[in-house]
């Protein structure tokens, strides 16, 4: 695992991210259940997306699926100082709740927004130079290479595999084997947390 997101790992309290009643599974290597059908993060899974993503100081990030927004957290930490991130939340209740969460872990700059259930991501703020995304696609999303810089990276679950691509849609590194739920079908697919990796 990459040093600076064990750092970042340790610095971002999972708990604070989990319900009460769920706090005490903190600092276990599962996804956590937060409600509406979401997970928090297993950490181990969490570690391999955010070493294969390899976000860096100045990065702009998009989260697909911010959950209770610890890895908005995570991201936001590891592209500190100077860059920014942004999550993306399909469940309503959530957007809430992770604003919340982001402000009192002390990121109260880290914006989550309401997702589109019919665009993919965030078009109108790309470009980005990285997107992480935790729902199994069936292919690598071209709408997400889209929002890229040049030089961009997305890490997305695709048919069991993770996979870190480039903006012309390379396959840089493949990790497996990880469960995920679906990319959601709509006029376009939608974004929601992974059983396993969920946020």
């Known amino acids: 695992m990459d040093d600076r997101v064990r750092a970042a790992m340790r610095a971002v309290d999972r708990r604070g991210f989990l319900p009460r009643g769920q706090r005490r599974l903190a600092g276990s290597d599962q996804a956590v259940l937060i409600g509406h059908g979401a997970t928090c993060s297993q950490p181990s899974t969490v570690e391999a997306m955010l070493t294969m993503l390899d976000p860096r100081p100045g990065d702009r990030c998009l989260d697909v699926g911010a959950g209770s927004g610890w890895t908005t957290a995570l991201l936001a930490h590891l592209v500190a100082p100077g860059g920014s991130v942004v999550g993306v939340e399909i ?109």
């Open 91 to 199: 469940e309503p209740a959530l957007v809430g709740w992770a604003r919340a969460n982001l402000v009192a872990a002390g990121y109260p700059d880290v914006r989550v927004a309401p997702a589109d259930p019919d665009r993919l991501g965030l078009p109108d703020d790309a470009p980005f130079d990285r997107i992480l995304v935790s729902a199994e696609a069936r292919a690598v999303p071209d709408e997400l290479l889209a929002q890229l810089t040049d030089e961009g990276r997305v890490v997305v679950p695709v048919r069991g595999d993770l996979l870190a691509v480039d903006a012309r849609g390379v396959i840089l590194e493949r990790r497996g084997t990880y469960s995920f739920v679906r990319l959601r079908d709509g006029a376009r697919d939608r974004a929601r947390r992974g059983r396993r990796s969920g946020r």
